[in-house]
T-cell receptor, first 111, second 110 residues
Framework: NAGVTQTPKFRVLKTGQSMTLLCAQD?????MYWYRQDPGMGLRLIHY???????AKGEVPDGYNVSRLKKQNFLLGLESAAPSQTSVYFCASRGANYGYTFGSGTRLTVV | KNEVEQSPQNLTAQEGEFITINCSYS?????LHWLQQHPGGGIVSLFMLSSGKKKHGRLIATINIQEKHSSLHITASHPRDSAVYIC????????????FGTGTRLQVTL
């Protein structure tokens, strides 16, 4: 089925460890986004991309890096995880007609 | 003041009731989404609107561009409708990004 796939779905990291979250979409969408969702905070934009090879900072970019080497993939990296990065991470993509599709989320715990 | 305001913040209804959630925004928009998130679950776009009205099953969404207002209606509500509903807009000034409302938490009881 067409959509947005996030991997992994769950992960526990120790403080200081690194990891990469993968977002893949098969809808040929130009725009892709990474959000974090924390209790009582709503969705906050971390980074986004308006096309292959481009990235831009969102509201809360510190501690994260991203790459969009291929149009269908948007990677979110944590170089040195901190407990404050414990959150649920959602990827999304947007089509030309403003249609918006979210991935199923990644629940990350940093201990 | 937030660019996107929703009301009410919390709503409890009995099964079968007609429910309305409101969204007001203060910016020019290209499109508006109504999103649904079940507890511990993913986020789904129920509707995308740029004008008029859309209906899907028991759900109806309307938008008044002149009034900068949108409503989401649920007819014959059911416990499975219990979720957080989020209004989100594509601001014409920053059309690449969504601006989110704070969400409405709906609980439908038997």
């Amino acid at each position: 089925n067409a959509g947005v796939t996030q991997t992994p779905k769950f992960r526990v990291l120790k403080t200081g460890q690194s990891m990469t979250l993968l977002c893949a979409q098969d809808m040929n969408h130009e725009y892709m986004y990474w959000y974090r969702q924390d209790p009582g905070m709503g969705l906050r934009l971390i980074h986004y991309s308006v096309g292959e090879g481009t990235t831009a900072k969102g509201e809360v970019p510190d501690g994260y890096n991203v790459s969009r080497l291929k149009k269908q993939n948007f990677l979110l990296g944590l170089e040195s995880a901190a407990p404050s990065q414990t959150s649920v991470y959602f990827c999304a993509s947007r089509g030309a007609n403003y249609g918006y599709t979210f991935g199923s989320g990644t629940r990350l715990t940093v201990v | 003041k937030n660019e996107v305001e929703q009301s009410p913040q919390n709503l409890t209804a009995q099964e079968g009731e007609f429910i309305t959630i409101n969204c007001s925004y203060s910016v020019g928009i290209s499109a508006l989404h109504w999103l649904q998130q079940h507890p511990g679950g993913g986020i789904v776009s129920l509707f995308m609107l740029s004008s008029g009205k859309k209906k899907h099953g028991r759900l109806i969404a309307t938008i008044n561009i002149q009034e900068k207002h949108s409503s989401l209606h649920i007819t014959a509500s059911h416990p499975r409708d219990s979720a957080v509903y989020i209004c989100a807009v594509f601001n014409t000034g920053t059309a690449s990004k969504l601006t989110f409302g704070t969400g409405t938490r709906l609980q439908v009881t038997l």
